[in-house]
């Protein structure tokens, strides 16, 4: 069964309309009249559908039933991540990260990465290709953090673990962390001392050290990803 994203869509509705976007996916998918479709809102819940081909130019959706959290984590994982200059790099960190369920994207410009302007638009539009892709009920939220600390006091609060991927850490296994848990990753560089120094005041954190050699940022970041999911 395919999926679409209408994030206009809630439970009232019963029949919706696509909008061009997606009339051109169902175009290429070559969905028959009355074949089955998933649509997802990306705010929390999966709509079943049929495909209505009484209006050839314009098929509706006739919606006959929704699921709430479909292919979601009972748990939440957030990830922060420092900048790359390699946007084909990122984008495929924000697609592997949104089929892994995480929930919100955290992009930040760190002493030791290369500050480049974030195109928030167009990783949206990757991780609206992967809701689509894996079928999951929530899109992840992607933001660049601006504040000259590395992480705001308000948002290390919100998680009850941090993780920071560090060549000097423990080994992740013998690490317990609880949900919400947020993963920080730095860049090929590591982070600067000052940093770190920052992030060892918060109670929460724990330190994990992935591997015996320096892994690229977009394979330090599904292998976390991994760990953390199987371990909460």
Request: proline share 6%; glycine share 6%.
């Given at each position: 069964m395919e999926c679409l994203y209408l994030p206009d869509i809630n439970i009232e509705s019963s029949r919706v309309a696509p909008n061009e976007a997606e009339r051109k996916?169902?175009?290429a998918l070559r969905l028959k009249h009355n074949e089955e479709v998933m649509i997802t809102n990306g705010k929390g819940i999966c709509f079943f559908a049929r495909v209505n081909y009484e209006n050839l130019q314009n098929p509706s959706l006739e919606i006959y039933k929704f699921v709430e959290n479909y292919g979601e984590n009972p748990f939440f994982i957030d990830i922060l991540i420092c900048n790359l200059s390699d946007r084909t790099r990122l984008?495929?960190?924000i697609e592997k990260s949104t089929e892994l369920g995480v929930s919100q994207i955290f992009i930040k410009n760190c002493k030791h990465s290369q500050i480049k302007k974030v195109d928030i638009l167009r990783l949206t539009n990757k991780a609206i290709a992967a809701v689509k892709q894996c079928k999951r009920a929530c899109l992840p939220t992607i933001q660049v953090v601006e504040t000259k600390q590395f992480i705001s006091m308000d948002l290390a609060n919100q998680y009850k673990s941090i993780v920071l991927l560090d060549e000097n850490g423990e080994n992740p296994l013998k690490s317990d962390i609880k949900s919400k848990t947020l993963i920080i990753v730095g860049p090929e560089g590591?982070?600067?001392?000052?940093e770190i120094s920052f992030l060892d005041k918060f109670d929460n954190i724990n330190k994990w050290r992935l591997a015996n050699r320096r892994l690229r940022t977009e394979t330090a970041v599904i292998a976390a990803l991994s760990?953390?999911?199987?371990?909460?």
């Open positions: 996916h169902i175009r984008e495929w960190i590591g982070l600067h001392p000052s760990i953390a999911i199987n371990k909460l």
